[in-house]
């Protein structure tokens, strides 16, 4: 079976596409983050996967929560997706929206885990050397956890840089384990 990375790639770039072309990306960016919750949640998951209901029905449960978003765009999205089982690839569908959209506005998104919480001259220096290092903008979130023990480990799609001081044990223990 597939992963739901490579299922979600020709949603999100159709939605993509679609988006561009009528000059909403910010509004897709709403929708999709909306729709992601939506299908993250528990019980519209245990709807959605059981088959003795419709996919008419799951279709307009979805609609229903959508509120104020729901337009015959959306409509139709939600209607594919249910249609291939595919609601449970919403939040990949909406993170590799983010990717595209962030690619085409020159902008990366980099998440940086941290053991402690990061200071202001911390964060503006690894900004400033993912811009260099990214030649683009950098939209730069911080986090913590406590598990690392130290370090830090930077995320930015694919890439990942891992400093964090659990990764070096284990390249320490691996290394004498030989």
Known sequence: MAENSTIARPYAQAVYSLAKDKDA???WTDIIATLAEIASNEDVLAIAQRPDIADD?????VCELCGDLLDDEVKRLIELLVENNRLDVLPEIRDQYET???EAEKMAKVEVVSAYELNAKQKTSIKTAMKKRLGCEVDLTARTDKTLLAG???RVGDLVIDGSAVTQLGRLDHALSR
């Open 25 to 27: 990306l910010a509004r």
């Open 57 to 61: 029905i799951v279709s307009g449960i």
């Open 100 to 102: 595209l959209r962030a």
């Open 152 to 154: 830090a480990i930077i």
